[in-house]
């Protein structure tokens, strides 16, 4: 059984930084970080595979967010880097046994409670 818990997330004025972290217990899965507004779908952010040789990233976030992993400790972070008001979302990670690249919320199957990151401008 994998269980995911996410922390880090807090208000950041625009242009600024934030760490997010996903404790990941269980079997080394590959870990994905998703983002949900209300009213929306939960949108594919960053995911890195199990032994984090291969990274993923959303177009939106490409050169600004960095996904990484420390086996070791169970954890997987996400840092933010130049911050944008449309970034505010409840952050999520999720795992699946391999990523192969998959970028849909129903192609995950544990998910932590979600961290809210709201960037004011």
């Known amino acids: 059984q994998v269980q995911l818990v996410e922390s880090g997330g807090r208000l950041v004025q625009a242009g600024g930084s934030l760490r997010l972290s996903c404790a990941a217990s269980?079997?080394?899965?590959?870990i994905a970080w998703f983002r949900q507004v209300p009213g929306k779908e939960r949108d594919f952010v960053a995911a890195?595979?199990?032994?984090?040789?291969?990274?993923y990233y959303a177009d939106s976030v490409k050169g600004r967010f960095t996904i990484s992993r420390e086996n070791a400790k169970n954890a997987v972070y996400l840092q933010m880097n130049g911050l944008k008001p449309e970034d505010t979302a409840v952050y999520y990670c999720?795992?699946?046994?391999?990523?192969?690249?998959?970028?849909?919320?129903?192609?995950?199957?544990?998910w932590g409670q979600g961290t809210q990151v709201t960037v004011s401008s």
């Open positions: 999720a795992a699946r046994p391999t990523i192969r690249g998959m970028r849909s919320a129903s192609d995950y199957d544990y």
């Open positions: 269980g079997l080394t899965y590959g």
């Open positions: 890195i595979s199990g032994g984090g040789s291969s990274t």
